[in-house]
């Protein structure tokens, strides 16, 4: 897509579709085309579908081939809020999903709350493998005048790809009113990246917030290792944010940043857990600039979130995670036939 950063290193192959359509119903059909036609000339062993909108070719080619297929579902994708406010094609997809996801014999999820959600709905047997950072040695931390951020300020930070209404942007904007010798730094795209644009421009607010486009991982991870705080605000107005568990808690853990963050289940479990930041009592603008000023006036607390982040970034990791899936993967390996 016209949008999408280019695809950084790794250690195996992987496959860009350029497609015609960019949004709506012409966008998923042509993309369940094309991925079925891409599985189908291609020799596998073993096939992985990662979400509900990848599922349906998935299946169909394991069908087709006798081949195991492995199913990870990186939230609760018919309770995300673009399918709420359509409810035609939310029921398209619920209908998909209650016909694939009862037949599956390898299914994942990111947590305990929508594991539950599923075995609930569908009487599958979800095993929860969270979507963690792989362990790794820190970058050379650069200066702040080479990241085009100003010296001897607080930087309070939110990043993600989906920075979407509804995740508490608009109210930390509005918290910088009340905020001194700060900046609020938004890193990523998102639907509402041009609404809170003008909401800053709107409260004078130019100086104290400043807006980055996404960036490749190595680019990001420097400025995420500038913050002093890094929110994560989901608001609980849906069943999709309600469980959510996002990849920027990760991602702040791993930079070594304390986390600010809605008291939503799965986020607040391991911010308690491992006492690496603190919940918010209230999206209000004026409570939300109190909470993050009580933060940052605490400088020995803030260095104790910081201390444990080093515990959970050892124990929230992809080396540790990813045995839940080699374990099912070595059992599928032992019980392949010989051709």
């Excluded at 709420?84 to 619920?94: D, E």
């Amino acid at each position: 897509m016209n949008k999408s950063l280019p695809l950084p290193e790794r250690p195996y192959s992987a496959k860009r579709m350029n497609l015609l359509f960019e949004t709506g119903v012409l966008f998923y059909t042509e993309y369940q085309i094309r991925l079925f036609l891409f599985l189908l000339f291609r020799k596998t062993d073993l096939l992985f579908s990662n979400d509900l909108d990848t599922l349906l070719p998935n299946y169909i080619i394991s069908k087709l081939r006798s081949e195991q297929l492995i199913y990870d579902s990186h939230e609760y994708f018919t309770g995300v809020p673009e399918l709420q406010a359509n409810p035609v094609k939310q029921r398209m997809w619920k209908r998909l999903e209650k016909m694939l996801v009862p037949k599956l014999k390898y299914m994942f999820t990111v947590n305990e709350s929508i594991a539950a959600l599923y075995n609930s709905e569908f009487g599958v047997n979800v095993k929860v493998m969270r979507n963690v950072p792989v362990k790794r040695e820190l970058p050379v931390k650069v200066s702040r005048k080479e990241l085009g951020l100003p010296d001897g300020k607080n930087i309070i930070l939110i990043q993600g790809a989906g920075i979407n209404i509804d995740r508490g942007a608009e109210e930390a904007i509005e918290a910088m009113q009340y905020i001194d010798n700060s900046i609020l730094l938004i890193i990523g795209g998102g639907d509402a990246i041009d609404k809170l644009k003008e909401l800053s421009h709107k409260l004078l607010l130019d100086e104290k917030v400043i807006f980055i486009p996404k960036q490749p991982f190595e680019n990001l991870v420097q400025y995420t290792m500038q913050a002093d705080i890094g929110l994560t605000l989901d608001k609980d107005t849906n069943i999709n944010y309600r469980y959510s568990l996002p990849n920027k808690l990760f991602d702040y853990i791993h930079a070594g940043i304390p986390v600010l963050a809605s008291p939503l289940v799965e986020i607040k479990k391991i911010i308690e857990q491992y006492k690496i930041g603190e919940c918010i009592e209230s999206h209000e603008p004026v409570e939300l600039a109190r909470t993050i000023k009580s933060m940052l006036a605490d400088k020995a607390k803030l260095n104790s979130y910081k201390e444990n982040t080093l515990k959970a970034k050892e124990e929230l990791c992809w080396d540790n995670e990813k045995k839940i899936l080699q374990e099912v993967i070595n059992s599928l390996s032992k019980n392949r036939p010989v051709s």
